[in-house]
């Protein structure tokens, strides 16, 4: 089973340029999240998606940051403009809440630096 | 608010040691408690999940507990190797809806098993 596919890897781009980063699940999980992780910490939810509605995006910087999941699969995270503090790592995760277990499943993330 | 706190934050062992990581969570009202495993610029991978009805999950040489009216979980590794190197998260999943997704993270343990 193919498990959560992320891109890009890795992004090198300068404050007050944009960036997107893409995201997708798990074949057949209904939600799918953003995590940033800054160097050093445990990572943070961002936005919560269940199928193409948004359930939680109360840590979500939205002067900068937006994200969509059109069609509940796929989804797009931007940012715009970046700051030198949006250096992190960007997690998605995907989660089937099948026999209500609720686990989640993280892809190998895209790593920002803003110079 | 939910805080976790991982203790220690980085362990030196030799290979062949058993060891224990620690984890406090300070809301015992959770859905559910999952360890990750993450390596160098990678993504996290699931280890254990405990639902918050269950006191242990054991796979292979690692053991989770869970006690939630204290607040704390261990993850136990038997017979550590080089390959366990890498840093141990720990996160909590809050009871209620569609929540279970928003996990609190630890800090992590950073674990190196020396040869």
């Known amino acids: 089973e193919a498990g959560v596919a992320q891109s890009p890897r890795y992004k090198i781009i300068e404050k007050r340029q944009s960036v997107a980063f893409w995201c997708n699940p798990i074949?057949?999980?209904?939600?799918l999240y953003w995590y940033q992780q800054i160097l050093g910490q445990g990572p943070k939810l961002l936005i919560q998606f269940q199928n193409n509605g948004v359930v939680d995006d109360s840590q979500l910087p939205k002067d900068r940051f937006s994200a969509e999941r059109l069609k509940g699969v796929d989804s797009t995270l931007k940012i715009q403009p970046a700051k030198l503090e949006d250096s992190a790592v960007y997690l998605c995760?995907?989660?089937?809440?099948?026999?209500?277990?609720?686990?989640?499943?993280f892809g190998e993330g895209s790593r920002l630096t803003v110079l | 608010k939910q805080e976790v706190t991982q203790i220690p934050a980085a362990l030196s062992v030799p290979e062949g040691e058993n060891l224990v990581l620690n984890c406090s969570f300070t809301?015992?009202?959770?859905?559910?408690l999952q360890w990750f495993r993450q390596d160098p610029g990678k993504g996290l991978t699931s280890l254990l999940l405990?639902?918050?009805?269950?006191r242990e999950q054991t796979s292979g040489r690692l053991n989770a507990s869970l006690d939630k009216s204290s607040g704390r979980s261990t993850l136990y590794i038997a017979a550590s190797q080089p390959g366990d190197s890498a840093t141990y998260l720990c996160a909590v999943s809050p009871r209620g809806g569609t929540s279970y997704g928003k996990l609190t993270f630890g800090q992590g343990t950073i674990l190196t098993v020396h040869p």
């Open positions: 809301d015992s009202a959770i859905y559910n």
């Open positions: 995760a995907s989660s089937f809440r099948g026999p209500d277990t609720g686990e989640l499943f």
């Open positions: 074949s057949g999980h209904a939600t």
């Open positions: 405990i639902q918050s009805s269950q």
